[in-house]
């Protein structure tokens, strides 16, 4: 299988650039089981597509200020992505420079303090944060946060509220869990009167997720790694949703990811870790009955799974469909709801 086998064309003009004002006004395209025609909706219609005792599931990562500006002991200017938090105020980060800083290097901080370039492992570095208090701490208040590298613009005041879920409260990712942008308190609210439940994992999203596929032999491709945990509490909400006959329902690719992982032997079972899974046509997955999530770049890992949970050529139909109504794409994009088409889902 080919990474091309996953392109589509997609108008620049459809990436979204903004949230809307609303979050549940965002657009839904539901492809409901089987070969069932496509439904054009909103996110606020989701609870109509649910029912009581389904269990829908939400990442509750939070998104780190994790982009800093600095300069080398040569003056030159110096941009650092933080990819992940380490032991000792240390960070694995990627550095944008004009010239690759050397281990032992040291960079003057923007935000006060300064870094030091501890080694190098492929286009990751990392870095010792000299800096008051923790890392975790400065990087609240220096820090800024990391829009997707699509969003041609500088994040604005509004951006670190508009990026974060809701639900977000687990500090430690690079990018959104996108697919939960979408949630309000309203919806939430209406979502629990309708008789759904609610379940967490914590996948932190790394800045790995927007490397393209660089092979074309997709089972030549690595993916990157993300720390995750699903606990033993989730677990027990999935086996009473399946005794009861509800279905599981996730929201957005990482959950599934994190899922899926956690599947040993047929069985969710409690897994707190490191994960590389890469999930493609081919891959059953088993773990969740429908899968809400926004429109992903072409030829990404993220399309690919979501190929494998919906049927491929059902996906990229629905995605010439998403192209023509207008949708909108990526991070504050509208959303999907798929189902399983028969065959994809073990």
């Known amino acids: 299988m080919k990474k091309s086998d996953f392109h589509f064309e997609l108008p620049p003009s459809l990436i979204a650039q903004a949230p809307l004002a609303e979050r549940s006004a965002s657009r839904l395209l539901v492809v409901?089981?089987?070969d069932?025609?496509?439904?054009?909706g909103h996110v606020r219609d989701l609870p109509e597509w649910l029912a009581p005792g389904d269990l829908l599931i939400f990442n509750d990562t939070r998104v780190i200020p994790a982009r800093v500006f600095?300069?080398?002991?040569s003056g030159g200017r110096v941009e650092i992505l933080i990819e992940r938090l380490l032991p000792g105020n240390v960070a694995r980060a990627?550095?944008?420079?004009?010239?690759s800083p050397k281990p032992g290097g040291r960079i003057r901080l923007d935000g006060g303090g300064e870094a030091e370039v501890l080694g190098r492992d492929g286009e990751f570095y990392q870095l010792r944060f000299e800096v008051p208090g923790s890392l975790e701490s400065w990087?609240?208040?220096a820090g800024r946060l990391p829009l997707p590298p699509y969003i041609q613009r500088e994040p604005g005041r509004d951006d670190d509220e508009r990026y974060q879920t809701v639900f977000a409260r687990e500090l430690g990712a690079v990018a959104a869990p996108t697919a939960g942008l979408h949630f309000d308190d309203r919806l939430l609210a209406r979502l629990r009167e309708r008789g759904v439940e609610f379940g967490h994992v914590t996948l932190h999203v790394g800045a790995g997720t927007f490397q393209p596929v660089r092979v074309d032999d997709i089972h030549q491709h690595q993916m990157h790694s993300e720390w995750l945990n699903v606990g033993a509490q989730l677990i027990e909400q999935v086996r009473a949703a399946r005794a009861r006959g509800g279905r599981v329902v996730a929201v957005g690719t990482t959950v599934v990811r994190a899922l899926e992982s956690a599947m040993h032997d047929g069985e969710l079972k409690p897994f707190a870790g490191e994960t590389r899974i890469f999930i493609f046509p081919g891959y059953r997955i088993r773990s969740v009955d429908a899968l809400v999530t926004n429109f992903h770049l072409p030829e990404s890992t993220l399309l690919m799974l979501v190929s494998a949970?919906?049927?491929?050529?059902?996906v990229l139909a629905a995605y010439a469909h998403a192209v023509r109504q207008k949708y909108r794409f990526f991070s504050y994009g509208d959303a999907m709801l798929l189902f399983p088409q028969a065959g994809?889902?073990?």
């Not at 990627?94 to 010239?99: E, L, P, R, V, W």
């Not at 949970?309 to 059902?314: L, M, S, T, V, W």
Request: aromatic share 4%.
């Open 32 to 34: 409901p089981p089987g």
């Open 36 to 40: 069932a025609a496509l439904v054009d």
């Open 70 to 73: 600095g300069h080398k002991e």
């Open 94 to 99: 990627q550095i944008g420079a004009s010239k």
């Open 139 to 141: 990087l609240l208040k």
């Open 309 to 314: 949970f919906a049927g491929k050529e059902r």
């Open 344 to 346: 994809t889902q073990g």
